[in-house]
């Protein structure tokens, strides 16, 4: 029989190894699954492990795809430390790419260069919009915000879906179902020649920076620790849990409708049918991988966008299916969740006569 | 305290005396053989020697008290004795047989019963089933209604056997504890610091019970740190020390203070009782508040009016699960809904205020819970000071004075004697009795001019203790005020000017100290306090 014991004291060591030993165990599971469908391990490991690393072009693409992960990661991060388990962050994320479109597309071939500030801003407003939703739906009715945040993740895309293939549709774009090319000013700046980065990726590492700070330095940020990891505490120190409640919830929503549309006026250049391949459920993953922390998240954004990389570069090289990268999120997942319970608990393998002896005294 | 028992027991004398006293014990019965003799037991935890050659034995019908401070390694004794865990060395004779304890199945089938400090109890099951699951498969019959509510009736338990144990108050929960013990019928009990939350009569009712099962034949071993309720019980007392056994004595032959140096080691100054004396302005002030019993609890509050003035120290006495918990949120500023001139604090209306804004006019309150409510567990000390102080304090234009942070808890460590690794150590890693001290000391420095205290002792060692009472004392002596939420009678009747009972959500009216007896005080707990003259 396998029993599990909570340890005394989990090490704050293991804790920080935990997501480095399942991104490990990833790889190896995925070295695995390589040998079997046929493919070189290591041909196969290359394009997740070096490929996503070499050379300018590559980074730029790290930059792309990191910058979408970061930000809903981070903003999740603040939501998980407030005891509020957000899930829609992709739901946030289109959002703010539909809010921010709106606004991209009223711009003309004379309007002012700043004029992306006005679309990043309206991004940020419709995601937090989006987030006001199920906040106010547990605040007032006391809804279970995972299932809301989730659900309204599929109620936002199916709104992106009429308006690409309805009014917003580029009346010359073959009836492909996608707004017209977003003017000059409506742009985000590339950061380097020669790559897709994009000025996307510094406004995620301003939002780690200010996550970090408010979550660390700040009061408003330690009442909202408090409300997530001891609610009678913050009752008892006068913290309200509505105040970490929205603030949780509108900060991640500005956060994703940035990544949102940081998306859509950066590399893609106009509205899609198809705004993000999952970078916001991918970010949960990133979140707990980067222990819910803005710098981990950070970090584990990178990790997240070069598997997204190597699965394309797999689906292109190799002639997998596209399904490889939810395959390896998942197990990194998967692995992460039994990491972080061995930190908390031991194994105890116990004599089946002695287990129907267990203690409950 | 003892003459009280003496006098509400009249037939004590008699049942001790048909039972043959503690000389018998002494030396007829050590040609005998012992119900539990311990030989030489160590056990080793990593980074302590938890007990070192302990060695100990209980007679038939013996009351055995086992003394130590906290962290003397009477918990580990008991564990081991129970077969929770093994140990390291030394050897257990069960009625002068060798045995060995795997689990504490082998402990309940010897007959060995235990009541743990610490509740191991089922909470979204009834009393009667809880009960039936610490009983073997074939005895479950035990555990019925009928054969409980005799059990119940007959030491005056007080429970009713199908009340859900999520809804009991920690005192309930503690008889639910000493029922499931007695229903396995055993040899021998123990008994872990039992009376820490036991209200004056239960206790009174639990030592006369106790007397009846050791003049039954069992034996009990009575873990404690309290002196009084030893001299008074037990026949026998081995004292711990840092794991060792100190001295096997006869309690009653010895004086309270020579046992408190035997088990601290050194001499301890009894804390002196202060005179009771006439009250200032009026600090804090309830008027008729009432407020509905929340979901899942059975008390409310029923017109509670009290006040507390400035000098004075009013003691709330009273088993839990009397209102005592809703009037610490009323008060505290934690409970919403109180109508806003149902309190009055520094002499303005206050039953809207929150607790940030309670603070600010002066008051602190310090809750039961100290892990999880008055500190975040994963938390180091330094962000738990953060959490109730004024904010002006705690930010510098916008951003936390770490630093200052780290120095007030360096300072409330040093102060009050907290034993922690450092200032920044998670409050989850401090004992029970230094996290105490800790948030003690944290409401203390934030200067307060009323402070709201539940169960301000519990479970803390004897010099922690007596330093916390005396704080509370200064507090009094300074011009503040102290409201003390205490199921402690000694510890009442030790520090409160005045008293009050709490008794089904209502609160009597408060009595000067030194007009308290016992028989007041049992009768205003079962809510009779009407025609007493306050």
């Given at each position: 029989?396998?029993?599990?014991?909570?340890?005394?004291?989990?090490?704050?060591?293991?804790?920080?190894?935990?997501?480095?030993?399942?991104?490990?165990?990833?790889?190896?599971?995925?070295?695995?699954?390589?040998?079997?469908?046929?493919?070189?391990?290591?041909?196969?490991?290359?394009?997740?492990?070096?490929?996503?690393?070499?050379?300018?072009?590559?980074?730029?693409?790290?930059?792309?795809?990191?910058?979408?992960?970061?930000?809903?990661?981070?903003?999740?991060?603040?939501?998980?430390?407030?005891?509020?388990?957000?899930?829609?962050?992709?739901?946030?994320?289109?959002?703010?790419?539909?809010?921010?479109?709106?606004?991209?597309?009223?711009?003309?071939?004379?309007?002012?260069?700043?004029?992306?500030?006005?679309?990043?801003?309206?991004?940020?407003?419709?995601?937090?919009?989006?987030?006001?939703?199920?906040?106010?739906?547990?605040?007032?009715?006391?809804?279970?915000?995972?299932?809301?945040?989730?659900?309204?993740?599929?109620?936002?895309?199916?709104?992106?879906?009429?308006?690409?293939?309805?009014?917003?549709?580029?009346?010359?774009?073959?009836?492909?179902?996608?707004?017209?090319?977003?003017?000059?000013?409506?742009?985000?700046?590339?950061?380097?020649?020669?790559?897709?980065?994009?000025?996307?990726?510094?406004?995620?590492?301003?939002?780690?920076?200010?996550?970090?700070?408010?979550?660390?330095?700040?009061?408003?940020?330690?009442?909202?620790?408090?409300?997530?990891?001891?609610?009678?505490?913050?009752?008892?120190?006068?913290?309200?849990?509505?105040?970490?409640?929205?603030?949780?919830?509108?900060?991640?929503?500005?956060?994703?409708?940035?990544?949102?549309?940081?998306?859509?006026?950066?590399?893609?250049?106009?509205?899609?049918?198809?705004?993000?391949?999952?970078?916001?459920?991918?970010?949960?993953?990133?979140?707990?991988?980067?222990?819910?922390?803005?710098?981990?998240?950070?970090?584990?954004?990178?990790?997240?966008?070069?598997?997204?990389?190597?699965?394309?570069?797999?689906?292109?090289?190799?002639?997998?299916?596209?399904?490889?990268?939810?395959?390896?999120?998942?197990?990194?997942?998967?692995?992460?969740?039994?990491?972080?319970?061995?930190?908390?608990?031991?194994?105890?393998?116990?004599?089946?006569?002695?287990?129907?002896?267990?203690?409950?005294? | 305290?003892?003459?009280?028992?003496?006098?509400?027991?009249?037939?004590?004398?008699?049942?001790?005396?048909?039972?043959?006293?503690?000389?018998?014990?002494?030396?007829?019965?050590?040609?005998?053989?012992?119900?539990?003799?311990?030989?030489?037991?160590?056990?080793?935890?990593?980074?302590?020697?938890?007990?070192?050659?302990?060695?100990?034995?209980?007679?038939?019908?013996?009351?055995?008290?086992?003394?130590?401070?906290?962290?003397?390694?009477?918990?580990?004794?008991?564990?081991?004795?129970?077969?929770?865990?093994?140990?390291?060395?030394?050897?257990?004779?069960?009625?002068?047989?060798?045995?060995?304890?795997?689990?504490?199945?082998?402990?309940?089938?010897?007959?060995?019963?235990?009541?743990?400090?610490?509740?191991?109890?089922?909470?979204?099951?009834?009393?009667?089933?809880?009960?039936?699951?610490?009983?073997?498969?074939?005895?479950?019959?035990?555990?019925?209604?009928?054969?409980?509510?005799?059990?119940?009736?007959?030491?005056?338990?007080?429970?009713?056997?199908?009340?859900?144990?999520?809804?009991?108050?920690?005192?309930?929960?503690?008889?639910?504890?000493?029922?499931?013990?007695?229903?396995?019928?055993?040899?021998?009990?123990?008994?872990?610091?039992?009376?820490?939350?036991?209200?004056?009569?239960?206790?009174?009712?639990?030592?006369?019970?106790?007397?009846?099962?050791?003049?039954?034949g069992c034996s009990i071993v009575y873990i404690s740190h309290k002196l009084a309720e030893i001299r008074d019980l037990c026949d026998r007392c081995t004292v711990l020390r840092a794991g060792r056994t100190v001295a096997t004595v006869d309690p009653r032959s010895m004086s309270q203070e020579a046992l408190a140096t035997l088990m601290l080691g050194s001499a301890v100054n009894e804390i002196r009782v202060p005179a009771s004396r006439a009250g200032g302005e009026p600090l804090l002030g309830?008027?008729?508040?009432?407020?509905?019993?929340?979901?899942?609890?059975?008390?409310?509050?029923?017109?509670?009016?009290?006040?507390?003035?400035?000098?004075?120290?009013?003691?709330?006495?009273?088993?839990?699960?009397?209102?005592?918990?809703?009037?610490?949120?009323?008060?505290?500023?934690?409970?919403?809904?109180?109508?806003?001139?149902?309190?009055?604090?520094?002499?303005?209306?206050?039953?809207?205020?929150?607790?940030?804004?309670?603070?600010?006019?002066?008051?602190?309150?310090?809750?039961?819970?100290?892990?999880?409510?008055?500190?975040?567990?994963?938390?180091?000390?330094?962000?738990?000071?953060?959490?109730?102080?004024?904010?002006?304090?705690?930010?510098?234009?916008?951003w936390l004075r770490r630093r200052h942070l780290v120095a007030a808890a360096a300072r409330i460590i040093d102060r009050y004697g907290v034993k922690a690794v450092s200032p920044r150590t998670p409050a989850r890693n401090l004992s029970g009795g230094n996290l105490q001290k800790f948030v003690v000391g944290r409401e203390l420095e934030g200067a307060p001019r009323v402070l709201v205290a539940a169960q301000p002792t519990w479970g803390v060692?004897?010099?922690?203790?007596?330093?916390?009472?005396?704080?509370?004392?200064?507090?009094?002596?300074?011009?503040?005020?102290?409201?003390?939420?205490?199921?402690?009678?000694?510890?009442?009747?030790?520090?409160?000017?005045?008293?009050?009972?709490?008794?089904?959500?209502?609160?009597?009216?408060?009595?000067?100290?030194?007009?308290?007896?016992?028989?007041?005080?049992?009768?205003?707990?079962?809510?009779?306090?009407?025609?007493?003259?306050?």
């Amino acid at each position: 029989m396998i029993q599990l014991e909570p340890r005394v004291s989990a090490s704050r060591w293991a804790a920080w190894l935990s997501p480095l030993a399942a991104l490990a165990l990833t790889m190896a599971g995925g070295a695995a699954l390589f040998a079997l469908l046929g493919v070189d391990p290591w041909q196969g490991l290359r394009l997740f492990l070096v490929e996503p690393f070499n050379g300018l072009y590559a980074w730029g693409e790290l930059a792309v795809k990191s910058a979408p992960l970061a930000l809903c990661a981070v903003g999740l991060s603040i939501c998980f430390r407030a005891n509020v388990w957000n899930i829609g962050a992709e739901g946030q994320l289109v959002a703010g790419a539909v809010a921010g479109a709106g606004v991209a597309l009223l711009a003309g071939p004379e309007t002012w260069r700043g004029y992306v500030c006005l679309v990043m801003v309206a991004g940020m407003l419709g995601g937090m919009a989006w987030a006001a939703v199920t906040a106010w739906l547990k605040d007032r009715y006391g809804a279970n915000e995972m299932l809301v945040s989730l659900m309204l993740t599929y109620v936002i895309q199916l709104l992106l879906g009429y308006l690409v293939f309805g009014p917003w549709r580029d009346p010359y774009g073959f009836n492909f179902p996608q707004s017209r090319s977003f003017e000059e000013a409506a742009l985000l700046p590339a950061l380097w020649e020669g790559t897709r980065a994009h000025a996307g990726w510094l406004l995620a590492l301003l939002a780690v920076v200010g996550a970090w700070l408010f979550l660390s330095r700040f009061h408003a940020g330690f009442r909202l620790r408090v409300a997530g990891a001891a609610p009678a505490a913050a009752r008892y120190a006068g913290y309200s849990s509505r105040q970490a409640l929205w603030a949780s919830m509108l900060t991640c929503g500005a956060l994703a409708g940035l990544a949102g549309i940081g998306e859509v006026a950066g590399p893609m250049q106009r509205l899609t049918s198809s705004v993000s391949p999952g970078y916001g459920f991918a970010a949960v993953i990133a979140a707990f991988l980067g222990r819910l922390h803005p710098a981990g998240a950070f970090a584990a954004s990178i990790v997240m966008a070069a598997l997204y990389i190597g699965g394309e570069l797999a689906q292109s090289r190799l002639g997998m299916p596209a399904s490889i990268v939810g395959i390896f999120q998942g197990l990194a997942l998967a692995l992460l969740l039994l990491g972080d319970t061995l930190v908390r608990y031991r194994i105890r393998l116990r004599h089946p006569f002695g287990a129907a002896r267990g203690w409950h005294g | 305290m003892n003459l009280f028992f003496a006098r509400r027991d009249g037939g004590e004398g008699c049942r001790r005396a048909f039972y043959n006293g503690p000389s018998f014990s002494h030396h007829a019965e050590a040609m005998a053989v012992h119900r539990l003799e311990l030989r030489g037991i160590t056990k080793q935890y990593p980074g302590v020697l938890a007990n070192d050659d302990v060695s100990l034995a209980v007679a038939p019908g013996e009351i055995h008290a086992v003394l130590g401070e906290n962290g003397a390694g009477k918990s580990t004794l008991v564990k081991i004795v129970y077969g929770v865990i093994a140990p390291d060395a030394g050897e257990i004779l069960w009625n002068g047989r060798p045995v060995r304890l795997r689990a504490p199945d082998d402990a309940r089938a010897l007959g060995i019963g235990m009541v743990f400090q610490h509740f191991q109890l089922f909470e979204t099951l009834t009393v009667a089933q809880n009960v039936s699951l610490g009983l073997p498969a074939g005895r479950a019959s035990r555990g019925d209604e009928a054969s409980l509510a005799s059990l119940i009736e007959r030491y005056r338990l007080d429970l009713r056997p199908d009340a859900y144990v999520g809804d009991l108050s920690i005192g309930e929960r503690q008889r639910v504890e000493l029922l499931r013990a007695l229903a396995t019928r055993p040899q021998l009990l123990i008994l872990d610091e039992p009376t820490s939350v036991l209200s004056f009569a239960a206790r009174a009712a639990l030592f006369s019970t106790l007397r009846q099962l050791a003049s039954e034949g069992c034996s009990i071993v009575y873990i404690s740190h309290k002196l009084a309720e030893i001299r008074d019980l037990c026949d026998r007392c081995t004292v711990l020390r840092a794991g060792r056994t100190v001295a096997t004595v006869d309690p009653r032959s010895m004086s309270q203070e020579a046992l408190a140096t035997l088990m601290l080691g050194s001499a301890v100054n009894e804390i002196r009782v202060p005179a009771s004396r006439a009250g200032g302005e009026p600090l804090l002030g309830v008027r008729g508040l009432s407020i509905c019993a929340p979901p899942g609890q059975r008390v409310g509050l029923r017109d509670v009016s009290f006040e507390l003035r400035a000098g004075e120290i009013l003691g709330v006495a009273g088993m839990s699960g009397n209102g005592q918990g809703l009037l610490f949120s009323a008060l505290s500023g934690e409970e919403t809904g109180v109508p806003h001139d149902a309190i009055h604090l520094m002499g303005r209306p206050a039953g809207n205020l929150g607790p940030v804004e309670r603070r600010a006019l002066g008051l602190r309150a310090i809750p039961e819970e100290r892990l999880g409510r008055g500190s975040v567990p994963d938390m180091g000390l330094d962000e738990n000071v953060l959490l109730t102080l004024p904010a002006a304090q705690a930010t510098r234009r916008g951003w936390l004075r770490r630093r200052h942070l780290v120095a007030a808890a360096a300072r409330i460590i040093d102060r009050y004697g907290v034993k922690a690794v450092s200032p920044r150590t998670p409050a989850r890693n401090l004992s029970g009795g230094n996290l105490q001290k800790f948030v003690v000391g944290r409401e203390l420095e934030g200067a307060p001019r009323v402070l709201v205290a539940a169960q301000p002792t519990w479970g803390v060692d004897v010099g922690a203790a007596m330093r916390i009472r005396e704080a509370l004392i200064g507090l009094r002596h300074a011009g503040g005020a102290a409201l003390i939420i205490s199921e402690d009678i000694d510890e009442l009747l030790a520090i409160c000017d005045r008293v009050a009972v709490m008794a089904g959500g209502s609160l009597s009216p408060a009595m000067a100290r030194d007009r308290l007896n016992a028989e007041i005080l049992s009768r205003w707990m079962e809510g009779r306090w009407d025609h007493d003259p306050a």
